[in-house]
């Protein structure tokens, strides 16, 4: 079930508010996304949490009506 | 706390590097699943899969196991590791090779 880019960002910076978010669609359908999130709330958390995080923000999406999105995370530098 | 859990951590105690995916290793149903695969092969790892396609049990119980919403899962040493995308950022680093070499190792033998 396609999902749009913009719907994604919105979720992830409604929890994350100071998150630099950028979104690609990967193949076009509005199906298959790469995000990364840059944001201060990742400092000092593992990568399992910094995606935890994200996940969180998604609201339980993931792995539901959101199946492909690749996610990269950083701290700001 | 319930019976797939204890299965999930006979699982993942018992075998030192494991991947929970969709399809096996040489059939892989999911590109994540192949792309986790295939940073394993570039690791030269040893690892046991577990095709949560035939067991409706571990494929819902997995995600609530690890509080992890998505499969591929990677559990080394016990441990929960990350699905494709961590464990592709963690190859670029060379962390997932150290890992590997440092707890990669299999209790049955």
Known sequence: ?77 | MSDVNQRIGDIVQGNGVVLFMKGTPLFPQCGFSSKAIAILEHCGAQYESVDVLQDMEIRQGIKGFSDWPTIPQLYVGGEFVGGSDIMMEMYEAGELQQLLAEKAVDPAT
């Open chain 1, 1 to 77: 079930m396609p999902m749009p880019a913009a719907q994604i960002e919105a979720l992830i910076l409604a929890a994350l508010p100071d998150a630099q978010v950028e979104i690609r669609d990967l193949a076009g359908d509005g199906d298959h996304y790469a995000a990364h999130v840059v944001a201060s709330a990742f400092t000092g958390m593992s990568r399992v949490a910094q995606h935890k995080l994200v996940y969180t923000a998604l609201g339980g999406r993931m792995g539901g009506e959101l199946h492909a999105l690749q996610l990269t995370t950083a701290v700001p530098n």
